[in-house]
């Protein structure tokens, strides 16, 4: 199941040590693994969930996907690039209007030749059934990727991920004893916690709920386990996990999806000048937020070894240059 994959991407990623920035923080030492570097496109999480997506739309024999964000949707730019690499076409749905000027991700799935349709209010593919139709009626065969490619098949790349980290840890002689990153669709936390267990990890995750806003009137918790429960079937796994099992940090998502405050503009420019790692201002920003707040108040153990998992999204800086200069 986990090898059943089509490569868009340079793995593994690399895990860093944030020698600089944990001069700030004493009592824990950081690392960071780099998933902005898979280079598809400027890279991103979205980049292992789209190998088992792209898959399964090439054993179906599809020649089309269709998919849905926000216009500054990171799923939605690489999932151009994955249709590029694997000559599929490709039909985005982006919330809101069509702009006077592209930039950011916007600008790049124009780039990669994605067909894009813009979608007013419905942001999270509320309008991909009736566009399917249509682009099936004039003989296309398509694809439906999920929202942020989180159905079980994209959350197999998460899976595969933690038998990266296992594989990288075990080479390096390191153990994490928790795991930051930022979650919003929930097939990185579903695939992170199903790889958790099967590969024997002894990691606890920390996952930054990032919008507050539900999809279709469910919680992320809910999300993430029902997820979690049909991964575990598939991989024949013994554990029935429980809503127990789901953690989700909602402290950090009060200002609402994509509205960059003080405490992430401070925190892209704290890591920045530290390390020279740029974080993005709607998810890592966010999340590194998160953890740095648990470190100033010691909201974990002391010497505890911490890993953020950077998901990417540097192209959405470019949205926000006035808020960043
Ligand atoms: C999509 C995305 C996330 C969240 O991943 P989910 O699987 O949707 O929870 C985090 N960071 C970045 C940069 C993303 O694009």
Known sequence: MIDNKYNLGFFPTPIQKL???????PDYTIYIKRDDNTGLASGGNKTRKLEYLIKQ???EECDTIITAGAQQSNHCR???????????????LLGGGNPKK????????????????????????????????????NGNKC?????GGSNIIGAMGFVNA???????????NLTMDYIFFASS??????????????FKLKSKLIPINIDKDETNGISLEKVVLNLVKEGSMLLKMNKQFTIADISLNRDYDKDGYGILSENEKNTIKELARKEGILLDPV????????????????????????????????PAIFKYTNELK
């Not at 690489?78 to 985005?92: E, P, R, V």
């Not at 695939?191 to 099967?198: R, V």
């Open 19 to 25: 020698k600089n920035l944990s001069k700030n923080y």
């Open 57 to 59: 739309a090439l054993d």
């Open 78 to 92: 690489q999932t151009a690039a994955a249709c590029s690499i694997a000559g599929l076409k490709c039909h985005l």
């Open 102 to 137: 592209y930039d950011g991700n916007l600008l790049l799935s124009s780039i990669l030749g994605a067909t894009i349709h813009f979608t007013g209010k419905n942001r999270k593919g509320e309008d991909i059934q009736t566009l399917k139709n249509k682009l099936d009626k």
């Open 143 to 147: 694809f439906v990727i999920s929202y």
């Open 162 to 172: 933690m038998k990266e980290l296992k594989e990288q840890l075990t080479e390096q």
């Open 185 to 198: 669709s929930g097939g990185t936390q579903a695939g992170m916690i199903l790889g958790i267990e099967l």
């Open 283 to 314: 998810y890592t920003g966010r999340a590194f937020n998160g953890m740095l707040d648990y470190f100033k108040k010691n909201k974990i153990p002391t010497n505890s070894n911490v890993l953020f998992w950077h998901t990417g999204g540097l």
